[in-house]
C-alpha cells in the first residue's frame, strides 16, 4: 500500500472553522495534485520503502551467492521470497489496487502510477533468476514454482 505522493488535502470547500484531525482531513477533504511537491503524509505507510528494502537484499544475496557458494546467502533470498510472495500470512497480493492511493471523500483506491512502487520488481527476479541458473539447492522447486505462479497471477501476467 501506498499513497500518491504528490497529492495534498484541499479543505477549503470543507466549511469546518476549527482545526481537523487527520483522520477528517484524509475522509472529508477533496485531494489535489501540486505537481513537484512531495506530501510528507504519503510516508506515514511506508510499503514502498520495505519492498524496495527487500529487493535490494534479494538482489545482493544473490549475488553473494553466486560469489561465495556460502547456502547463508541462497537460503536468506529464498526466505525473502516465501515471505513476500507465498507464505498465505505475509504475501503481497499480485496487484496494484493500493498502490499509489488517493485519499479523499471519492475513496481509497490505487492508481495507475501505482506501478511505479513495482520499480525494483527486476532486481527481485534477477535474485531468483541467478538462484535458479546456478541451481542453488536452497532454491527449491517449491519456491521456484509458487514465486512463477505468483508473478502470473496478475491481471496482467502472463
Known amino acids: 500500500m501506498s499513497w500518491a505522493p504528490y497529492w495534498w488535502p484541499d479543505c477549503s470547500s470543507v466549511g469546518n472553522t476549527t482545526e481537523l484531525t487527520p483522520q477528517q482531513i484524509w475522509l472529508t ?25 527487500m529487493a535490494n537484499a534479494v538482489l545482493y544475496n544473490a549475488l553473494a551467492w553466486a560469489l ?16 513476500w510472495f507465498l507464505d498465505d500470512a505475509t504475501y503481497m497480493a499480485p496487484n496494484l489496487n493500493y498502490g ?11 492508481t495507475h502510477t501505482g506501478l511505479l512502487d513495482l520499480k525494483c520488481m527486476a532486481k527481485i527476479v534477477s535474485g531468483a533468476l541467478i538462484l535458479r541458473g546456478g541451481k542453488a539447492p536452497e532454491w527449491t522447486s517449491e519456491v521456484d514454482t509458487g514465486f512463477t505462479d505468483w508473478t502470473r497471477s496478475t491481471s496482467r501476467g502472463s
Do not use: L, W
Open 68 to 83: 561465495d557458494g556460502s547456502s547463508v546467502y541462497a537460503a536468506r533470498v529464498a526466505k525473502y521470497i516465501s515471505t
Open 29 to 53: 477533504c477533496p485531494y489535489v495534485v501540486k505537481d513537484g511537491q512531495f506530501n510528507p503524509d504519503g510516508r506515514q505507510v511506508n510499503d514502498v520503502g520495505e519492498f524496495d528494502t
Open 100 to 110: 499509489q492511493m488517493q485519499r479523499g471523500p471519492k475513496g481509497q483506491n490505487g
